[in-house]
């Protein structure tokens, strides 16, 4: 079998290099001529774990190829996956130009019959949309299939090889059969391929994430009242994750959800739901809760400085919205950032992967270094917003050193406030009890 994909951000990306992996002939293609060229030199464009060993692996076996060429990139596709960008409208609501152009695009160069599949995140009933734009370009049979996908950046790769389930939305048997073929590779433990009505696949996608959107919203919400009834968000957790109906993921309090996927799913699903009438309260409310979320810390360090920041030295640990990743689209760190300069704050931050990123959006209005100690050199207070492993074992004693004054506002959670007021450390933390020498 042979496939394309049209458009190599990060879903096009890996989905395309996972697909070789299991000895697919994939043709990638995109319109960024820069981009296109650095892939066939054997550069990626974005982080992610193990991706690069699967990549340089299909170069070198020439199953894994790109193009600039939608003509040549599906020209003898049997299935081509749409992974384009749907950016958010200033109304909420999903941009599908560059889905439905492409769309258009392939219905002039179709030459036999081909399933078209709608990777990208899209509302629903944007496959009838796709076949129109087809349909009006050729006479040639083909079939539009909705397949979301459900990668979690940082774990991706693992995440589309050992998939929990593949949802798979098509009208025909013949597409069902192919997509099927295609995916079986993948789920040979056992684990379904769920297949089932277009719309509702196209739905899936976007209740999934709201769902675990308002999981996050709602252990925040419970990690507010515990600073005011004085318990600890950590023990409530534990006493409700256990409860298998709830489970453990996705109930660690901290200062909201960011990301290219949660954000702009629940504005697009609310988005949808207005269009229709429906009043999605409780979507709406996790949107209000966590842009209040995100900017939590903001109020507790204005506190702690007697609302007086102007000309403050702030370490920041944690740039990207999550870590094992470079992005840093709806990061929290992001939206800080700008309020503490706004306050007239000097910043010194770190992150792992994400500086340069960082610094093209901020450019010198912050500095960025080397090292994560580095930023603490001078600091009157250390901020944390990515909960990156280096960041969790530091070495206290070089810290106390660096930093001007021993406070650290940790929207994440990292340390057990008993044991930062033993290693000397005023701690003021989301959910818990502050702590103060």
């Known amino acids: 079998m042979k496939i394309a994909v049209v458009g190599t951000g990060y879903v096009g990306l890996v989905t395309g290099t996972c697909f070789s992996e299991i000895g697919i002939q994939v043709k990638c293609v995109d319109i960024d001529e820069e981009k296109v060229k650095k892939l066939q030199n054997g550069t990626i464009p974005i982080y992610e774990p193990g991706l690069d060993l699967l990549f340089e692996r299909n170069i070198r076996e020439k199953r894994l190829a790109f193009t600039t060429s939608l003509a040549e990139g599906i020209n003898d596709a049997d299935v081509i996956f749409l992974a384009l960008p749907t950016p958010p409208n200033e109304d909420g609501s999903a941009d599908l130009k560059y889905v439905l152009k492409v769309a258009e695009d392939i219905g002039t160069l179709l030459k036999r019959y081909t399933i078209i599949v709608d990777k990208s995140t899209v509302p629903v009933g944007t496959a009838e949309l796709v076949k129109e734009k087809i349909s009006n ?128 799913d629940v504005q697009a699903l609310a988005k949808s739901s207005k269009e229709v009438k429906y009043n999605f309260r409780i979507l709406n409310a996790v949107m209000e809760i966590n842009n209040q979320q995100k900017i939590k810390l903001i109020d507790k360090i204005k506190a702690y400085f007697n609302h007086d920041l102007k000309g403050k030295t702030i370490a920041i640990w944690g740039l990207s919205f999550k870590p094992y990743t470079d ?89 057990d406030p008993d044991t930062m007021k033993e290693n000397g450390f005023s701690y003021i933390s989301i959910g818990r009890k502050e702590v103060y020498v």
């Open 327 to 415: 992005d840093i689209r709806e990061a929290p760190a992001i939206d800080n950032i700008y309020k503490l300069l706004d306050a007239g704050v000097n910043i010194q931050a770190y992150d792992p992967e994400a500086m340069n990123n960082v610094r093209l959006i901020l450019g010198d209005k912050i500095k960025l270094v080397n090292e994560e100690y580095d930023a603490l050199h001078n600091a009157d207070a250390l901020m944390i917003f990515t909960e990156w492993p280096v960041f969790r074992t530091p070495d206290f004693s070089i810290m106390k050193s660096k930093m001007k004054n021993n406070i650290i506002f940790d929207g994440r959670n990292l340390y």
């Open 137 to 264: 370009k050729t006479s040639i049979e083909f079939d539009v299939a909705s397949n979301p996908e459900f990668l979690r950046e940082g774990v991706a790769v693992e995440d589309f090889m050992k998939p929990d389930r593949v949802v798979i939305g098509a009208n025909t048997d013949k597409a069902k059969k192919i997509l099927g073929d295609l995916y079986a590779p993948l789920v040979r433990q056992g684990n379904p391929i769920i297949f089932m009505d277009i719309r509702s696949a196209e739905l899936t996608k976007y209740a999934a994430n709201a769902f675990l959107a308002t999981k996050i919203t709602f252990m925040n919400e419970i990690a507010n009242l515990c600073e005011l009834l004085g318990a600890d968000v950590d023990m409530v957790r534990r006493g409700i994750g256990t409860d298998n109906r709830i489970g453990k993921r996705f109930l660690f309090a901290g200062i909201g959800y960011g990301g290219s996927c949660f954000p702009k």
